[in-house]
Each structure stands twice: as structure tokens, then as C-alpha cells.
């Protein structure tokens, strides 16, 4: 089903059969305007070459399929939860108050995508993300699961990360500094070093990496196990 006017989805339930598509064109709108829950399969994806925006919600929009974006995500309310993964070389705008979140599959950021927005970009259930695109000053990164590789090409700076679960690993190999880090509990690591502009709050969880500097203050107040090795 190919999209390539203004289309709206005024929320429920859309399911995708197997070897079908949704593909909002380049140039095409398609907004969600309630909460809808998109159900599919790894080989029934949504493609968004256009603008794809939620504009209006409560509890929020769940996509279970596929969504690769060359395009604009716009999350401007509520919440979006992509549950089976995508390829995001586009854009994603995420609103103040407002979550996309990234809660299953194997999500990629190309070296061309861009994250902007002061809302929550954040991590969990059993997804993966591969990051090389750049997050814009301002911007968020919440960790509660899953495995989350910042590659030395991923531009981080000015970036608050955030790691609040059990279950959450930062393997950071990022050349930029962030503005904040907030440790609470999972393990942040990785090789390369980090730099901390503001403050690095360490409330519990493991630090791996062996080389992080707190540039605007340091407070400790949990159990947190330090256990780099140079």
C-alpha cells in the first residue's frame, strides 16, 4: 500500500500481512492522530520516505513491524514504541514531554540520520541499537534495556544519557563529549573516552569504560561498581 498524498491514521488496529507493505512516499504525509497499534512481521515493514507524525495520543502508538525511515519521524505527543526494529537514515523529531522508543528488534542510525528534539529518544526490552548518526544538543538518551553501541562516527555531543535498568549496556566509542550522565543501574562501557560537560551522577549499575571524566561536578550516592580494565 503505497501513500503518496496526505494520509491519516485515526488509531486502532492495522495489522500487515506477510510479504506486504506500508510506504509513505517521499513528499506524502501520514499522521497518527490517536492511539493505534500497527501489527505485522519482520517481512511486513513500514517504509517512510515523507513525513510520519503522531500528533495526538494518550498511551501511545506501538509498531510491531519494521519501520525503516529515509524520511521525517515526527513524535509531537504521547509516545511511539518501535518493537520490531528499522534502518533510520532520516530524521526523528521527538517533542518535549513526548518518547519514541526503541522496544525490540535491531535498530540501526546511519552516518545521515539526525535525533532532535528535547524529548526522549529511549532503549528497551531486548532491542539493539547501532548508532553512527548525530543526536542534537538537547537531546536525550534513556537506556532501561538492551544494548546500545555509539560508534566513532555518532556525534553525542551535548546529548544527556541516561541509564536506568538492570539490563541496559552503553558501549560508548563516540568521540564527543555529553552534556550530563545519569547511572543507575546496567553498565556503561565501551572504549573510547567519556566526557562528561555537566554532571556525572552515579547512582548504581557498573562502569566499564576506563577512561571517564566528570568536567561539571560528580555526585555518588548508590552502589556503583567501577571495573575498567587498561
Known sequence: ??????????????????????????????????DGRLSGASTTPLNNAGQLRLTSGTTGTIITAPLNNSGTLQVLASSVSLNLGGTHSGMMSISPGATLTFGGGAHSLSAGSFVTGT???????????????????????????????????????????????????????????????????????????????GLLSLGGGTVSNALVTANGGLAVNGNTILSATK
Do not use: E, H
Open 119 to 197: 524529548g526522549t529518544l529511549n532503549v528497551s526490552g531486548a532491542a539493539t541499537l547501532a548508532a553512527s548518526g548525530n543526536f542534537d544538543a538537547g537531546t536525550t538518551l534513556s537506556v532501561s534495556a538492551g544494548v546500545v553501541t555509539l560508534f566513532a562516527g555518532c556525534n553525542v555531543t551535548g546529548t544527556a544519557l541516561n541509564l536506568d535498568g538492570a539490563g541496559a549496556v552503553v558501549l560508548f566509542d563516540s568521540a564527543g563529549p555529553v552534556s550530563t550522565v545519569s547511572l543507575t543501574a546496567g553498565t556503561l562501557g565501551g572504549t573510547a573516552p567519556v566526557s562528561v560537560t
Open 1 to 34: 500500500l503505497n501513500n503518496s498524498g496526505a494520509g491519516t491514521w485515526a488509531g486502532g488496529n492495522l495489522t500487515i500481512s506477510a510479504g506486504n507493505s506500508l510506504n509513505n512516499l517521499a513528499g506524502a504525509t501520514f499522521d497518527i492522530t490517536a
